[in-house]
């Protein structure tokens, strides 16, 4: 195991062909991206048609932060508004927003195009988030493994493992997560909110926010979990109350339901689909004595040996370590019904 890790994680040809093939999706989704929003690349119109909020409300809004941030002063206060009204307390100000504040300060005059192109980029955002979501969930389903017989393997030995293995890599990882990132970017969330700029904003975090919660909790890692925060701090900061509720609430359930039941659910599930992998390859060996009917006792055994066999070769196949230390024949109990 140690001689195949090395092979797969150290090889840096390897990890080039591996992140190409990610590198070329990211341009993907950008080339579509700009295509769909031609009238601003080509500069042969502008977005949304009607104007929307983008015109009438987001774009003074964030003029005034641009030119106050530009004259040495942070907008608490709006003067031009009625009477005064508050600024930074403003939830839809996007005043503290990374993407936003980078903006007010490369373009203090703010013009509309500038806009636009914050539209464009994070409809882009939206579908690299997705991209990155669905990478983590199918890398952990696919368990997709270099494994060479030996260490001395010949450099065109290695360059065959490795190309199939890419090959691999892209039609049960890439392709589908591309596909994924396509269809949530061009969703009508995005779609039917062009001019609402802070909703787009808020929704592109979504899916990279419940990736870094999902690995948070399947890999028990506080930098991963601390990445959520971060994330939906971003999320919040670009400023629309209804959709950050919404994403809040969405990642909120999906941890209470991973720790009270999901991470049983999904350790059981991992370790039947392996079970029955293994079956399936015994069954066509002949003269393979499992073919016969077997004693509930020798159920049992062969269970056991299969999930021993299956925590070694996917790096996910580990039980919950508290439900684990409960009930550890659970796993074994669950393998020999689905035999």
Do not use: C
């Amino acid at each position: 195991m140690g001689g195949s890790k090395l092979f797969r994680y150290n090889d840096p040809m390897f990890l080039l062909h591996k992140y190409k093939s990610d590198l070329l999706a990211l341009a993907g989704l950008l080339l579509l991206t700009l295509i769909f929003f031609w009238p601003v690349t080509l500069n042969l119109g502008w977005i949304p048609h009607g104007g929307g909020d983008l015109v009438s409300f987001l774009w003074p809004t964030y003029s005034y932060a641009a030119q106050s941030l530009h004259a040495g002063r942070i907008p608490l206060w709006n003067p031009t508004l009625y009477s005064g009204a508050p600024f930074a307390a403003d939830n839809q100000s996007g005043l503290f927003y990374p993407i936003n504040l980078l903006t007010f300060l490369l373009v203090p005059s703010l013009p509309y195009a500038a806009m636009e192109w914050l539209v464009v980029f994070h409809v882009w955002l939206a579908g690299a988030s997705m991209y990155f979501l669905m990478r983590v969930l199918l890398s952990e389903d696919s368990g997709t493994r270099i494994t060479p017989k030996n260490t001395d393997t010949t450099e065109d030995e290695k360059r065959s493992v490795q190309s199939e293995v890419v090959r691999e890599i892209r039609v049960q990882i890439v392709f589908p997560a591309l596909f994924s990132a396509i269809a949530y970017m061009f969703s009508d969330v995005f779609i039917m909110h062009i001019g609402h700029l802070n909703i787009v904003a808020v929704s592109a975090w979504l899916p990279a926010a419940f990736a870094a919660l999902h690995l948070g909790l399947t890999r028990r890692s506080p930098g991963w979990s601390a990445g959520a925060g971060v994330i939906l701090g971003l999320a919040v900061l670009a400023g629309h109350a209804q959709m950050t509720l919404i994403i809040t609430v969405g990642l909120g359930l999906y941890a209470i339901w991973y720790i009270l039941i999901g991470s049983e659910h999904l350790t059981l599930n991992r370790l039947r689909n392996v079970i029955l992998r293994a079956r399936s390859v015994r069954r066509i060996s002949p003269g393979d004595t499992s073919a016969r009917p077997s004693t509930s006792r020798e159920k049992a055994s062969r269970s056991a040996q299969d999930a021993g066999l299956s925590m070694t070769v996917h790096p996910f196949l580990s039980a919950h370590p508290l439900r684990a230390k409960r009930n550890p024949l659970s796993a074994i109990r669950f393998a020999q019904q689905s035999v």
